[in-house]
């Protein structure tokens, strides 16, 4: 296990309150740099929310927060500067090509021009779409869509991406293709908050933790709670936990 001074994330008694409605309750959790982090949950169980607190997008109600070693209160606009995210719905400019949406996001993310062009050119080789530079992304299938754009989130080399159920709709193939870039970001040392409805997909991360109800009933890594569950995959700890 890392030690202390490798925690990127740090979650203590965060709570937070729609009126008389709890939708995260007393969350507590550590994320590492470099890790793999799969934050599970059924629809409703409170995970959107809670990214959209950790992202710096929302205030929790009470608790302590802080991301790459910055307060969720008072530094949000470094929270984000250090953040890469990719939302569940496509967040790239179709009307664009895949180098004008390169160049786009890298400038909002404050690369210089010379900075931009170099990792342009390095990270369309990487995806094997040189021969797709200057086509519009519209007329891109959507598995090389989703890869351009958990590209262009980590363009920065932000210290945590954040991934909104990435793969939704791409062929396993693709799929196991899109994990291998999230494998190639946490070698780099970028740590990957994903979540995901896809429960194989759980078995790739490091650690795992499945909120139910805003509470969060499960932590740890994928081994470690099939045998703390008995059970021989992780589809069957998410069924145990969500019946109860």
């Known amino acids: ?5 490798d925690i990127v994330i740090n979650v203590k008694n965060l709570t937070k309150k729609f009126g ?22 059924a629809n409703g ?7 959209k607190i950790i992202c710096g997008l929302s205030l929790p109600t009470s608790g302590e927060l802080t ?20 939302s569940q ?15 786009f996001y890298a400038g909002i993310y404050g690369l210089s021009l010379k900075i931009i062009l170099r990792r342009a050119d390095d990270l369309i080789k990487k995806l094997g779409m040189e021969n797709m530079r200057n086509t519009l992304v519209r007329s891109l299938p959507l598995g090389w869509r989703q890869k351009l754009a958990f590209s262009i989130a980590i363009i920065h080399k932000p210290q ?21 870039l999230i494998y190639d970001a946490a070698n780099e040392g970028i740590t990957v908050f994903v979540t995901t409805h896809y429960m194989d997909e759980a078995e790739y991360c490091d650690r795992v933790s499945i909120m139910v109800e805003g509470r969060i009933e499960a932590l740890g ?11 021989q995959d992780m ?7 969500a019946r109860g």
Not at 45 to 51: D, E, R, S, V, W
């Open 89 to 103: 719905k496509f967040s790239l400019y179709e009307d664009l090509t895949v180098f004008e949406n390169i160049r």
């Open 20 to 41: 008389d409605f709890i939708a995260n309750d007393n969350l507590n959790f550590e994320v590492y740099k470099g890790e793999i982090f799969g934050f599970l949950g």
């Open 235 to 241: 589809n069957s700890v998410f069924i145990k936990l």
């Open 67 to 86: 991301v790459a070693g910055y307060n969720i209160y008072k530094q949000q606009d470094k929270i984000k500067a250090n953040i890469g995210y990719m």
């Open 221 to 231: 890594s994928p081994q470690e709670l099939k045998s703390q569950f008995d059970v």
């Open 1 to 5: 296990m890392l030690n202390n001074r």
């Open 160 to 180: 945590i991406v954040f991934l909104d159920e990435p793969t939704g709709g791409v062929d396993p193939i693709t799929r196991r293709q899109f994990w291998d």
């Open 45 to 51: 169980a409170g995970k959107t929310t809670a990214m």
